[in-house]
Structure formats: C-alpha cells, structure tokens
C-alpha cells in the first residue's frame, strides 16, 4: 500500500506516520510538509510544498496512491469563521479534490473531532465546519472516505503538542489518561 500523509508534524500526524512506517503493509509514505521534519526512513519521501491550496505543480507526484491519511488542522482558538473555514475546509477540500481526480481508486481518512456536526447547523463554529468538510469529503469519488472522531488522543513515544495549552493537558492529566481507556 502507498500512503500520502498530510500533517505528518503535528501530533497526530506524527504518530499515524509512526505506525505506517512500522506496518509492513506500507511500502511507501509520501509526506506533504511546508517544512522538512527532517525525518529519515527507507519508506518514507517528503514533498515539500508550500501551497496547500493549489496541487497543479505537483500534480505527478500525487498519482499511484491507495490511501490518504489527512490530519491536518488547526485549532479554532481565536479565529473567526471564515478564517477557520478557510484553513479547515477549503485547505482540505483543495488536497482532496484534486487526489480524487488523480487517484479515484485512493481511500481517504479524515481525522475530524469528537462533537462534530454533520446538521452544519449548530452552535459550535468549529463543529460546524468540520461537519461541512466532512459531508463534502463523503461527496468525493474516492473508493471509501472515513471520517475519525477522536474524543481524547494520549500522544506516546515522546510525541508532543505543537498547541501549548493542549501539551499542558497532556502533560498534567498524562498519569490518569491510560484509565479512560474504553475497551
């Protein structure tokens, strides 16, 4: 399996690119960055890019790809709605309109949150956002899209927080994380 992977150095993003090149069903991981991560592994190729809303010059690297694992984003922390749409939703429906068209064939895994609104009517700015990227990602012609929810992530190996607020949680709420754990 080739893997494209948007996000690859935020938390989240690290740990995805963790398992893929640890699963040896994983051949390849194509990793967009804006800048390097300067990560090194026999499976592993960053394409740095620094327009993520235009894909046009680097339409022939995005072929021959099985999956997308997109997670991507932002926090919503202080930003107005059209701000937060535009670095959520277009950002994310510019990558996947044009891998739809590339790979029609590619399975596309969105890492949205717990709360999410797929109505797009609620009270929530982020929530409904995110439910508007995903129901528009669902439209896509890709063979299967998923969309992950995740409540609460423990970041592990040494995986940290780019977002102070959210390592501050970790950090302190760390020894009692692995009891929430549901089976």
Not at 1 to 24: T, Y
Not at 137 to 153: D, E, H, N, T
Not at 162 to 173: A, D, M, N, P, V
Request: glycine fraction near 8%; charged fraction near 15%.
């Amino acid at each position: 399996m080739n893997v494209i992977l948007f996000g690859a150095s935020g938390m989240v993003g690290q740990g995805i690119l963790r398992e893929c090149l640890f699963d040896p069903d994983v051949q390849q991981v194509l990793s967009i960055v804006r800048t390097p991560t300067h990560q090194h592994h026999a499976k592993l190729r960053e394409l740095v890019h620094a327009d993520f809303f235009d894909y046009s010059t680097i339409q022939s690297e995005l072929t021959g790809f099985d999956a997308c694992l997109f997670s991507l984003g932002v926090s919503s922390t202080g930003m107005v709605e059209a701000q937060y749409k535009h670095l959520t939703y277009d950002l994310t429906l510019s990558a996947a309109t044009t891998l739809a068209r590339l790979n029609p064939s590619m399975i596309f895994l969105y890492v949205s949150g717990a709360g999410t609104d797929s109505t797009e009517h609620g009270r929530s700015m982020w929530a409904r956002v995110k439910g508007k990227t995903e129901n528009d990602l669902l439209k896509l012609p890709f063979r299967a899209a998923y969309m992950f929810r995740p409540g609460v992530i423990q970041p592990l190996h040494g995986i940290r927080s780019k977002t102070k607020l959210y390592q501050t949680f970790y950090t302190i709420l760390n020894p009692v994380l692995p009891l929430l754990k549901s089976d």
